[in-house]
């Protein structure tokens, strides 16, 4: 099991910055990836960011070049910048382990509100 807890979300004037973090407590070291996912109202839950174990990261389009992702052992974090009115959502962390000869398990945090005022 992995237990996931962010922190770091808030209001924020659109053009401005936050930094998401995520500890992770648990079978760590089980873990394979990490991300980030967000939901804002009406919509599906959508990828943001994910660093592999070896630290790929990889982005949506719509944040490519605002916002970076990195790791840190047992916490993940997600800096955003130049962030805009359309960032405005929950953010979840996640984090993915092997599933023994079955799927991945995915295991999430409780979520973050980030709103963006324009």
């Known amino acids: 099991q992995v237990q996931l807890v962010e922190s770091g979300g808030g209001l924020v004037q659109a053009g401005g910055s936050l930094r998401l973090s995520c500890a992770a407590s648990g079978r760590v070291f089980s873990i394979i990836a990490m991300g980030w996912y967000r939901q804002a109202p009406g919509h599906q839950r959508e990828l943001v960011a994910q660093i592999t174990g070896g630290g790929m990261p990889s982005y949506a389009d719509s944040v490519k070049g605002r916002f970076t992702i990195s790791r840190n052992n047992d916490m993940v974090y997600l800096q955003m910048n130049s962030l805009k009115s359309e960032d405005t959502a929950v953010y979840f962390c996640?984090?993915?382990?092997?599933?023994?000869?079955?799927?991945?398990?995915?295991?999430w945090g409780q979520g973050t509100q980030v709103t963006v005022s324009s």
């Open positions: 996640n984090a993915i382990t092997p599933g023994d000869g079955r799927p991945p398990v995915n295991y």
